[in-house]
């Protein structure tokens, strides 16, 4: 008899392996993702690597699909790290944050500078936050090795006044339109690419951006 495929309960419905980077200054964490990460199907830790400079070598030797990467680490922090890696190494990272205002805001740079998403550390007291956290996490990395971001390849990374404005001529009867813009994934590096050139004259824009609303607060300051 020819059994359908479906009819194995154990078959992985993610069925390529997804090299994963753990890059955090705490060795308690790194164990931590490392261990539940290795759990879930679809799923390999290739590596740990406390800082910046130990990743740099782990990916040139490990060639990882995937990085997850803390934001504040000594050293060097993950937007820096980011900036320097993206344009010579392109790889998608998820970005795992503390939910501090500086911490925040970090994160929000690190979404600016190439990470494709990110996750929030929960409270050390927090069982059930750290449970659903690596959960997400392990969602998020299957997701983000998909994403291709090759673009980031030889990237310059300018300031806000080195870009080029669209004319205002483009917006006529401004106050007639409204613009809207949703994002998820992703959304950040676009929107910011986005809003940066609109003219003086742009129509009222409403922005839907999926994130925690910690993050949004940060990001709207940001875009200000």
């Given at each position: 008899m020819i059994k359908s495929e479906n009819s194995n309960p154990k078959r992985q419905t993610f069925k390529r392996i997804?090299?994963?980077?753990?890059?955090?200054d705490s060795a308690l964490v790194c164990?931590?993702?490392?261990?539940?990460?290795?759990?879930?199907?679809?799923?390999?830790?290739?590596?740990?690597?406390?800082?910046?400079?130990?990743?740099?070598d782990k990916i040139v030797?490990?060639?990882?699909?995937?990085?997850?990467?803390?934001?504040?680490?000594?050293?060097?922090?993950g937007v820096d790290f980011l900036k320097r890696l993206m344009?010579?190494?392109?790889?998608?990272?998820?970005?795992?944050?503390?939910?501090?205002?500086?911490?925040?805001?970090?994160?929000?740079?690190?979404?600016?500078?190439?990470?494709?998403?990110?996750?929030?550390?929960?409270?050390?007291?927090?069982?059930?936050?750290?449970?659903?956290?690596?959960?997400?996490l392990c969602t998020k990395i299957k997701i983000a090795s998909t994403a291709n971001v090759s673009h980031w390849k030889k990237k310059l990374f300018q300031l806000p006044s080195e870009q080029r404005i669209m004319p205002a001529k483009e917006f006529k009867k401004a106050d007639e339109r409204v613009i809207a813009i949703g994002a998820?994934?992703?959304?950040?590096?676009?929107?910011?690419?986005?809003?940066?050139?609109f003219p003086p004259l742009t129509?009222?824009?409403?922005?839907?951006?999926?994130?925690p609303p910690v993050f949004t607060t940060m990001f709207a300051d940001r875009l200000n």
């Open positions: 997804v090299r994963v980077l753990v890059v955090d164990q931590i993702l490392k261990d539940r990460l290795s759990q879930e199907p679809g799923l390999e830790v290739v590596g740990t690597a406390p800082d910046p400079y130990a990743a740099r030797e490990l060639r990882p699909d995937v990085m997850t990467l803390d934001v504040e680490m000594p050293r060097m922090n344009p010579q190494y392109p790889i998608p990272v998820i970005m795992v944050s503390s939910l501090t205002r500086k911490g925040t805001s970090i994160a929000i740079e690190a979404l600016e500078a190439g990470a494709v998403d990110f996750v929030t550390k929960p409270s050390a007291e927090s069982f059930h936050g750290l449970e659903n956290m690596l959960m997400e998820s994934t992703g959304g950040i590096e676009a929107i910011t690419e986005i809003v940066t050139k129509p009222g824009v409403v922005i839907v951006q999926h994130m």
